[in-house]
């Protein structure tokens, strides 16, 4: 009895995290870290670092979960995201909520009492931005959801910049902006691949309004814009010609792609896109740590 007890509520626990969509949240970490490297008087602490870290975390889930809350009926229709905790009915839609709601107001706290006020008011800002501006204005009604939305995903440089240095400054716009731009090319990646399933869910994906060509040349377009975006904060002396070198080749290698999903006009080159843009991001960033540890 006790095991079958003890199996149900890691069952449930496991629900909650879902909703926090783990693996999106690594991503976020991973994007605030090299900031915090980048500090004017150089690394913060690890405990301090650890803290913002986490506060950082937890407003992506808060904002992610609040974004299964409100679109659990839309879910529900979508192939790949029917199996979710809430249109699944693992969790009754009041918890998660309540879950999302309560992750933000840790976040916030946490990063108010390790950082002060500008970091936790930007991770309250990017929640409600992620929830109100694209979760709920753009994301039915728009394909520019896609790069507007790009602000929200992109926040993490921002909070952590502020957290280690009292304002947002160059470090944490550049990095801010690189993913920015390369989010619609690896948003519109899965959206050429999942296109009927965006169909069912009535969600005006970019090829679902304008057609699979023309956003295959827009996703080669904003990747070939993505390149001196990336190679901007070695202009600016923040990192070094290691970065350098391995940001071009990164560079060649995603507009590589780029050209292969509009040159084959395939599923399978636009999986291989989304997949090698993950790729590409994670690369980047750990190399701008590594180039960082050296100078």
């Not at 910049?161 to 731009?181: E, P, R, Y």
């Not at 399933?197 to 057609?211: Q, S, T």
Request: proline letters at 5%; a positive charge; hydrophobic letters at 60%.
């Amino acid at each position: 009895m006790a095991a079958l007890v003890t199996q149900a509520l890691a069952t449930h626990a496991r629900s909650y995290v879902a909703l926090t969509k783990p693996r999106i949240l690594l991503l976020v970490i991973f994007t605030g870290l090299p900031v915090l490297a980048m500090a004017t008087d150089g690394w913060p602490g690890t405990a301090f670092a650890c803290a913002t870290l986490a506060g950082i975390a937890l407003a992506a889930g808060a904002a992610n979960t609040l974004n299964c809350y409100l679109e659990r009926d839309l879910d529900a229709r979508m192939e790949r995201t029917k199996g979710r905790p809430l249109p699944a009915r693992r969790l009754e839609p009041r918890a998660a909520l309540a879950f999302g709601l309560g992750l933000a107001g840790v976040s916030s706290a946490l990063l108010y009492v390790t950082a002060g006020l500008v970091p936790a008011a930007l991770a309250v800002a990017s929640i409600l931005f992620y929830v109100f501006v694209y979760t709920v204005w753009l994301k039915p009604r728009s394909p520019l959801a896609a790069v507007v939305g790009g602000a929200a995903g992109a926040a993490a440089p921002l909070i952590a910049d502020a957290a280690v240095n009292g304002s947002v400054g160059v470090a944490g716009w550049m990095l801010f902006a690189i993913i920015f731009f390369w989010q619609p090319p690896h948003v519109w990646a899965i959206a050429l691949f999942r296109k009927s399933d965006f169909e069912r869910g009535g969600i005006p994906v970019l090829p679902v309004v304008i057609g699979d060509e023309r956003t295959r040349w827009r996703m080669l377009w904003y990747t070939l814009a993505l390149v001196p975006v990336t190679l901007a904060p070695v202009a600016v002396g923040l990192l070094g010609t290691l970065y350098l070198g391995v940001a071009l080749v990164l560079d060649a290698w995603f507009v590589y792609h780029a050209v292969r999903v509009l040159r084959l006009r395939s599923d399978v080159a636009a999986r291989g896109m989304f997949h090698v843009s993950l790729i590409f991001l994670f690369g980047l960033f750990a190399t701008m740590l590594v180039d960082r540890a050296l100078l």
